[in-house]
């Protein structure tokens, strides 16, 4: 926390508020009277009927994920990992451009409309600044483990273009059964999604199609 080196923000008159209840692990936002829309900078008056008939009342932290760009050149003082300037949309209605956090910086692993919720960072003791995650990780959004030195892609069955030969001895008196259980010697690619079979982080050449 102490050796934050990015963006701080500056408190005005009207976003006090705001970072003061972030400190305490709260989202605050702004609600117009005359409208009943909220809205998002905070500012005394309404963006959509200019009414100054506002109040502040605490968002639920929820929403989706409205846009996001991965930054792969951060700025000085921002480290050196890539990472994700994100839009989120309040449940409430307002979107707030903020980090996408607790994700792999990769455009597979993040899909816009995916619900997320805030996280508080602190960091500084007295600067806490809100980001968000997401709340549903799919299995396409989790980190799948890249494949090891394993020769070939493991718990396939093996393709044998023999039909399988059980031990009961086949009964002459019936039809030819049709309905015989399991893949009729044909390997099954549905295991592994299409997409991932070109590493694209992998400095190594392998060729998972070229066994
Ligand atoms: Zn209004």
Known sequence: MADYTGYLPQPTPETQPYF??????????????????????????????????????????????????????????????????????????????TNLVGVEPDPERISCDAPVEIVYDDVTDDVTLPRFRLVVTTTDMLPRP??????????????????RHTSEPRHSSKPGPTGEPGPSGEPRHTSEPRHSSKPRHSGESRNPEGA
């Open 20 to 97: 003061d209840a972030l400190k305490h692990h709260t989202l605050m936002i702004q609600r117009c009277n005359a409208c009943a829309r909220a809205y998002f900078y905070p500012r005394p008056f309404c963006p959509n009927c200019f009414s100054f008939d506002t109040e502040w009342f605490q968002a639920s932290g929820r929403g989706t994920l409205y846009s996001f760009v991965i930054n792969y050149r951060p700025p000085p003082g921002f480290g050196v990992e890539p990472y994700v300037i994100a839009v989120v949309e309040l449940d409430e209605g307002p979107r707030m451009m």
């Open 146 to 163: 890249r494949p090891s030195g394993k020769p070939g892609p493991s718990g396939e069955p093996r393709p044998s273009g023999e039909p």
